[in-house]
T-cell receptor, first 117, second 114 residues
């Protein structure tokens, strides 16, 4: 299957700072990328959908000014958590899909564990 | 509203036996897709199996099969011949329409006993 990477895999930052997480499709063009958040022992919750070259679509209740998403190229989407607080500590996972893949195919990155102290 | 329900927070199964993980869904859209993912402790999401709403036959992938009962709106995952490496969280998910975004259930933690 196709490969999606995330960087960093783990990050610790201080409260009030911003942190950027990268999601890359390594062997296919990702026209659409999704960002999910998973709190401990909970399910994945979709935060936003980003399409290459356009603004991200955020799910209800997700602050777009706090979670900045940029999908500037067909292989890279970034999620920036601005002014992070301890309650933003979570596991962030991206997924990607693109043309050439079957309609159901969507590939997940390995996730980024964010800890805000 | 679309919703996925997994009612089994945790399950045990003896190695080499089969186990069924339950999943029910709710949608009014006639076109949808159902997925099962495995999430080991490392956190990665591993795709297991997919069933489209218009598929006539139940999906199978190796030791995984999906028991799709459309009238009951259920999409249970059957794992045959369980292995110790099957111990993980399992999530049922649904895609509605052509949006491609997934709605996940709360998950079932499966523990395979030797």
């Amino acid at each position: 299957g196709a490969v999606v990477s995330q960087h960093p895999s783990r990050v610790i930052c201080k409260s009030g700072t911003s942190v950027k997480i990268e999601c890359r499709s390594l062997d296919f063009q990702a026209t659409t990328m999704f960002w999910y958040r998973q709190f401990p022992k909970q399910s994945l919750m979709l935060m936003a959908t980003s399409n290459e070259g356009s603004k991200a679509t955020y799910e209800q209740g997700v602050e777009k000014d706090k979670f900045l998403i940029n999908h500037a190229s067909l292989t890279l989407s970034t999620l920036t958590v601005t002014s992070a607080h301890p309650e933003d500590s979570s596991f962030y996972i991206c997924s990607a899909r693109g043309p050439g893949l079957a309609g159901y195919e969507q590939y997940f990155g390995p996730g980024t564990r964010l800890t805000v102290t | 509203a679309q919703k996925i329900t997994q009612t089994q927070p945790g399950m045990f199964v003896q190695e080499k036996e089969a186990v069924t993980l339950d999943c029910t869904y709710d949608t009014s859209d006639p076109s949808y897709g159902l997925f099962w993912y495995k999430q080991p402790s490392s956190g990665e999401m591993i795709f297991l199996i997919y069933q489209g709403s218009y598929d006539q036959q139940n999906a199978t992938e190796g030791r995984y099969s999906l028991n799709f009962q459309k009238a009951r709106k259920s999409a249970n995952l059957v794992i045959s011949a369980s292995q110790l490496g099957d111990s993980a969280m399992y999530f049922c998910a649904m895609r509605v329409n052509s949006s491609y975004k997934l709605i996940f259930g709360s998950g079932t933690r499966l523990l395979v006993r030797p």
